[in-house]
T-cell receptor, first 115, second 111 residues
């Protein structure tokens, strides 16, 4: 079946602009996660959704970052007033339910470059 | 806080050599443990997992055993192939469900 998809696959933007990154989870998966992969920081957790609600926003690096999920499916991660340190690969993952034992299935990522 | 420490790379091996990547964790509670792999040009995918002490996860010839007494989850494969060249990440998950990853170990297998 279809896996997790993300768009765009690559995004180049200028410092100060806003960007939106999209994630389509595996159909029927109620849990959705966002991570960031960068050279300096490795793989970092950003936020997760159970259905449409986000119980844990602790990983968002600043108030310029926000995320939403609608209809228990598609999620959008928005970065306002982008900075060069936001350059990274943004990964989305989904799992059938929220459980520490569940496998998270990852998408291919969106590579963001802020000039 | 909860964290994972894994062996620094890069690791370069010849085909059919034995591979081991060390992983230890610090956690408040009893985590589930995972090995994820990222092949060149591909996304992260689960290699294996173990959800309780003494469990052994296995897949594609790789194995790892959840050792609570040593807080470890070392990855091993008896005979590597060129196709095993990838970046390997050890990770843990607790009641907050997020994955906490190690820094990753790059493995290159030469023919």
């Amino acid at each position: 079946g279809a896996g997790v998809s993300q768009s765009p696959s690559n995004k180049v933007t200028e410092k100060g602009k806003d960007v939106e990154l999209r994630c389509d989870p595996i159909s029927g998966h109620t849990a959705l996660y966002w991570y960031r992969q960068s050279l300096g920081q490795g793989l970092e957790f950003l936020i997760y959704f159970q259905g449409n609600s986000a119980p844990d926003k602790s990983g968002l690096p600043s108030d310029r970052f926000s995320a939403e999920r609608t209809g228990g499916s598609v999620s959008t991660l928005t970065i306002q007033r982008t900075q060069q340190e936001d350059s990274a690969v943004y990964l989305c993952a989904s799992s059938p339910r929220t459980s520490q034992a569940e496998t998270q299935y990852f998408g291919p990522g969106t590579r963001l470059l802020v000039l | 806080g909860d964290s994972v420490t894994q062996m620094e790379g890069p690791v370069t091996l010849s085909e059919e050599a034995f591979l081991t990547i060390n992983c230890t964790y610090t956690a408040t509670g009893y985590p589930s443990l995972f090995w994820y792999v990222q092949y060149p040009g591909e996304g992260l995918q689960l290699l294996l997992k173990a959800t309780k002490a003494d469990d052994k996860g296995s897949n594609k010839g790789f194995e790892a055993t959840y050792r609570k007494e040593t807080t470890s989850f070392h990855l091993e494969k008896g005979s590597v192939q060129v196709s095993d060249s990838a970046v390997y990440f050890c990770a843990l998950s607790l009641r907050d469900y997020k994955l906490s990853f190690g820094a990753g170990t790059t493995v290159t297998v030469r023919a």
